[in-house]
C-alpha cells in the first residue's frame, strides 16, 4: 500500500504519491501531466508573481504542459529545452544536468532556431519542481549560451532546502522525507 502527502497548490487539494529515492530519502511525487484543473489555476498564481518576460522556456519533461498553459494564458511563445538532439536541430546548444529523480547525467539542447527566439529577450524559465537546482541551473546555462536575458526561474514547488532560495518563485513548499 501506498502513502501519500496531502498538500495544496493554488487553492487545490492534492495527494501526492511518496516514493523511495535512497535508504535515507523518500519524496512526495508531483505529476502535473493529465491533472487541467491544477495546471489550470497554478499557472494563473505564478504569472501574477513573476516579472515581465518575452519568452517562456522549460526542459522538456514533466514542465511542459506548465509552459504551454503559461503560454496560453500570457499569450508569450514557449520553448522545450529537449534531452536529445533531433534533425531538425541545427547547432545545437548543449549542457549536462544531473537531478534528483533521474540519478544519472543527461543533456538538455537547444537548436539554432530556437536560440535565435531567445537571443536578447528576457527569459521566464519555469519547471514543475525546483529540488536541487541541478536541472533549473543547466536551463540557465542554455538561455545564457543562447544570448538571452533570464527574467525569473519560476515552479510551481520548491522542494526541501529550495523553498529558502530567493532567486525562484514558487507556489508551495514541498519537504523531503527522510528516514
Known amino acids: 500500500?501506498?502513502?501519500?502527502?496531502?498538500?495544496?497548490?493554488?487553492?487545490?487539494?492534492?495527494?501526492l504519491e511518496m516514493f523511495?529515492?535512497?535508504?535515507?530519502?523518500d519524496i512526495a511525487a508531483f505529476i502535473i501531466f493529465g491533472?487541467?484543473?491544477?495546471?489550470?489555476?497554478?499557472?494563473s498564481e505564478l504569472l501574477k508573481k513573476v516579472p515581465e518576460f518575452d519568452i517562456i522556456l522549460t526542459p522538456e519533461?514533466?514542465?511542459i504542459p506548465i509552459a504551454y498553459e503559461a503560454s496560453r494564458q500570457s499569450g508569450k511563445p514557449y520553448i522545450v529545452a529537449r534531452k536529445g538532439v533531433k534533425v531538425y536541430m541545427r547547432?545545437?546548444?548543449?549542457?549536462?544536468?544531473?537531478s534528483i529523480t533521474?540519478?544519472?547525467?543527461?543533456h538538455l539542447y537547444l537548436g539554432e532556431t530556437e536560440v535565435n527566439k531567445i537571443k536578447g529577450k528576457r527569459?521566464?524559465?519555469v519547471d514543475d519542481v525546483i529540488s536541487?537546482?541541478?536541472?533549473?541551473?543547466?536551463?540557465?546555462?542554455?538561455?545564457?549560451?543562447a544570448g538571452g536575458i533570464e527574467a525569473s526561474s519560476a515552479a510551481f514547488l520548491a522542494e526541501g532546502d529550495a523553498a529558502e532560495r530567493d532567486d525562484i518563485i514558487f507556489l508551495e513548499k514541498l519537504p523531503l522525507f527522510f528516514k
Open 20 to 25: 523511495s529515492v535512497s535508504d535515507k530519502l
Open 102 to 106: 533521474t540519478q544519472h547525467e543527461q
Open 1 to 15: 500500500m501506498s502513502e501519500y502527502y496531502k498538500m495544496k497548490i493554488a487553492g487545490l487539494e492534492r495527494e
Open 61 to 63: 519533461a514533466k514542465s
Open 91 to 98: 547547432n545545437p546548444l548543449d549542457v549536462a544536468v544531473t
Open 35 to 43: 491533472d487541467v484543473e491544477l495546471t489550470v489555476a497554478g499557472v
Open 132 to 145: 536541487t537546482g541541478e536541472s533549473l541551473e543547466a536551463v540557465r546555462e542554455l538561455v545564457k549560451e
Open 123 to 125: 527569459v521566464l524559465i
